[in-house]
């Protein structure tokens, strides 16, 4: 359960007012940079051992495979036990696993099957430690403060991700990648500390009756049958699998294209992730969830835009600029989806849903990843980027087309559930 407000804070960061999610944030603010570090090394020390667009691609798809397969086990779990515990128990595995990565790069022992079964062992902790998350988050902040929270939390990650590969990328070119793996292992020591502090009322409420199969099948029923919820799930998937994989494929544009080495990498993933959080703080300075339905077709739409600009540029200063628009439109769909959904669904399916965003939106990830790898062997890297950002602008126009439907559908679907609920939800797709 959230904690009372304990201070007043400007509009864009009110869900600070609540003490269990200024921990929260704080060591989840550290945590992440740990994360960007280690996933910027990983992939430049990948790149060093192999050279090969493929072996990218695989460290990719091994990572996020796992998502795709458990993330809906993960979500009945944190539907029937306590998501407090779960995530700090997902943040003390991710610890170990960082930990294991270290000794193997400092010692001079890590081979690239290391890095596929940490990878792989990494992917299947967030399976769990997503959904988790993502429904803990109304736990801290309340329904009312819910959308600004999830905007405040992707600033977050996102102002991690500006700093973590920046540094990362200077700490590979002077000590090479096994600190920042050992950074990234340390920084989980601040996120654990913050939800071990944190002052949460104890329920213990029973578990909801019926085989945990049948929980499992529940949420994806819901999901499919929703026809807004199925729509936006629909667009992040096969933007996750055309669109985001360019990020596997930065170590050759860095290297190849762009000659900039592993400093030039940190520029390009921080580029990204600076657009990425003006998105998010674009996001949290607003006060309702009136008109993001036709947020996520503009955002899809031009998320493919640039990622098309960028496959045409060979300067690397254009190329980093080009990453800006790329980040802020990646960001600004996947958070209003974000809160779309959790505006739209009901508390007692809420992480069962959110396993099923987090399997469109990161599990299809590593099918793409697999994908792109593929392809840009085939078509070269520039290419295959292009021809993703395509596809990505056809999905966003055809569901910009069907949005007045849904819109109404999901208008519908907001008064059966209050009608059905005490709480009264915020306003849903709208525009």
């Known amino acids: 359960m959230m904690t009372p407000p304990i201070s007043k804070l400007p509009t864009a960061m009110r869900a600070l007012r609540h ?4 921990l929260f944030f704080g060591g ?21 051992l192999t050279g090969s667009a493929v072996q990218l691609g695989m460290v990719g798809f ?35 696993l960082a930990s294991i990565l270290t000794v193997l790069t400092l010692s001079g022992h890590v081979q690239v099957w290391h890095v596929y079964i940490l990878a792989s062992l990494l992917g299947v902790v967030n399976a769990f430690d997503i959904p988790a998350r993502q429904a803990f988050i109304v736990e801290m902040v309340g329904k009312e403060d819910l959308m600004n929270a999830i905007a405040v939390n992707s600033s977050m990650f ?5 700093l973590g590969p920046a540094v990362a990328g200077t700490l590979v070119a002077v000590i090479g990648e096994g600190w920042c793996f050992f950074a990234n292992a340390t920084s989980y020591l601040a996120v654990i500390a913050g939800l071990l502090l944190m002052k949460l009322v104890s329920h213990k409420a029973a578990p909801p009756p019926g085989s945990t199969l049948g929980h499992y099948a529940e949420g994806f029923r819901y999901a499919a049958q929703t026809r807004p919820i199925r729509a936006l799930l629909l667009l992040l998937g096969l933007v996750s699998l055309t669109g985001m994989p360019y990020a596997v494929l930065m170590p050759i544009f860095a290297g190849r294209i762009l000659h900039g080495g592993s400093q030039g990498l940190g520029v390009l993933m921080s580029a990204a992730g600076v657009g990425a959080l003006l998105g998010a703080l674009r996001l949290a300075a607003r006060r309702e969830v009136r008109g993001l339905g036709r947020w996520v077709p503009l955002a899809a739409a031009g998320f493919g835009t640039s990622l098309i600009l960028f496959s045409l540029s060979r300067t690397f200063w254009l190329s980093a600029a080009l990453l800006v628009p790329v980040g802020f439109a990646m960001m600004t769909q996947m958070a209003s989806t974000n809160t779309l959904l959790q505006t739209l669904v009901p508390d007692r399916l809420r992480g069962r849903v ?61 008064l059966m559930r209050e009608a059905a609920e005490s709480a009264v939800s915020p306003e849903v797709p709208g525009g």
């Open 19 to 22: 003490r269990n999610f200024q």
């Open 28 to 48: 989840q603010l550290v945590s992440l940079i740990g994360t960007w570090m280690q996933s910027l090394a990983q992939a430049w020390l990948v790149y060093r």
């Open 62 to 96: 091994c990572g996020q495979i796992p998502v795709f397969l458990f993330a809906a086990v993960g979500g009945t779990v944190a539907d029937r036990f306590n998501r407090h515990r779960i995530i700090i128990g997902t943040q003390a595995s991710s610890m170990l």
């Open 158 to 162: 996102n102002g991690a991700r500006i």
């Open 354 to 414: 959110m396993a099923v965003y987090s399997m469109m939106f990161m599990g299809m990830a590593p099918f793409g990843a697999l994908l792109a790898g593929l392809l840009a062997d085939k078509l070269g890297a520039p290419g295959t980027v292009a021809a993703g950002g395509a596809v990505c602008f056809i999905s966003a126009a055809v569901f910009y087309r069907q949005l007045p439907t849904w819109r109404l559908q999901a208008r519908e679907l907001r």
